[in-house]
C-alpha cells in the first residue's frame, strides 16, 4: 500500500513563509513525477508546482518567485518552501506522485494523492 502524507501547513501572516513536505512510503519501485497542487471551496484544483525525478522543477506563473518545489529522492520527499505568502495562496495544498510498483511481475505506474494540508494566510 503506498502513501503520500503532508506536513507542515498552518496558519501565517503574509509575507510569511511556510514549508510543506510530503514523504512517500509503501512497496515503491520507482518515484516519477511529483508536484503541488491546491484547492480552495468551489474552485477546480490547481498545479502550484512540479518536479521530475532528474530534479527539473515547473512553477505556476503566480507563485514564480515566491514558492520553491524540491525533492530529496534517497527520503522520497517532496518539499514545497513558501515564502511572501498572500492571503489568495490560502488553500489546502496536495502532494501528488506518479509512483510504480512491482508485485511479482506486475509492473504499474499510477498517480497518488496525500490528505491535504490547510494553509491560511491572514492580511
Known amino acids: 500500500q503506498v502513501q503520500l502524507v503532508e506536513s507542515g501547513g498552518g496558519l501565517v501572516q503574509a509575507g510569511g513563509s511556510l514549508r510543506l513536505s510530503c514523504v512517500a512510503s509503501?512497496?515503491?519501485?520507482?518515484?516519477?513525477?511529483m508536484g503541488w497542487y491546491r484547492q480552495t471551496p468551489g474552485k477546480q484544483r490547481e498545479l502550484v508546482a512540479s518536479i521530475t525525478s532528474s530534479g527539473r522543477s515547473n512553477h505556476a506563473d503566480s507563485v514564480k518567485g515566491r514558492f520553491t518545489i524540491s525533492r530529496d529522492n534517497a527520503k522520497k520527499t517532496v518539499y514545497l518552501q513558501m515564502d511572501i505568502l498572500k492571503p489568495e495562496d490560502t488553500a489546502v495544498y496536495y502532494c501528488?506522485?506518479?509512483?510504480?510498483?512491482?508485485?511479482?511481475?506486475?509492473?504499474?505506474?499510477?498517480?497518488?494523492w496525500g490528505q491535504g494540508t490547510q494553509v491560511t494566510v491572514s492580511s
Open positions: 501528488n506522485a506518479a509512483i510504480s510498483t512491482l508485485r511479482g511481475l506486475n509492473f504499474r505506474t499510477n498517480d497518488y
Open positions: 509503501g512497496s515503491i519501485f520507482s518515484i516519477n513525477d
